[in-house]
């Protein structure tokens, strides 16, 4: 069993920055970020394998950059240019999926979540 633990989330102007962090127990084959606003499906971030490729959703493309370091168990999102749209919960997910994917059900282990909230 991996364990995940998020940290970095909070409240922030519109325009502004954030920066998450998720600590894993274990190494895993690819690292993830989901996101889950109110009333709506949990939907894919941004995904990096252990080799370094990434993936990254076309709405947070050019905003967000995601990257892992500390031995590959530590997982980052930076988040730029932050909207309205991108106030949710932000779950860390972690799992041997490979290659890489953008599918929720293919990551094994999740993190508690941590609330973003993006103020206009």
């Known amino acids: 069993q991996v364990q995940l633990v998020e940290s970095g989330g909070g409240l922030v102007q519109a325009g502004g920055s954030l920066r998450l962090s998720c600590v894993a127990s274990a190494q895993t084959v690819a690292m993830a970020w989901f996101r889950q606003a109110p009333g709506k499906e949990r939907e894919f971030v941004a995904a990096?394998?252990?080799?370094?490729?990434?993936s990254i959703a076309d709405s947070v493309k050019g905003r967000f950059t995601i990257s892992r370091n500390n031995g590959w168990n530590t997982l980052h999102l930076q988040m730029n240019s932050l909207n309205s749209e991108d106030s949710a919960v932000y779950y860390c997910?972690?799992?041997?999926?490979?290659?890489?994917?953008?599918?929720?059900?293919?990551?094994?282990?999740w993190g508690q979540g941590t609330q973003v909230t993006v103020s206009s």
């Open positions: 997910a972690a799992g041997h999926t490979s290659p890489l994917s953008t599918a929720r059900a293919l990551y094994e282990y």
């Open positions: 990096v394998s252990f080799s370094g490729s990434t």
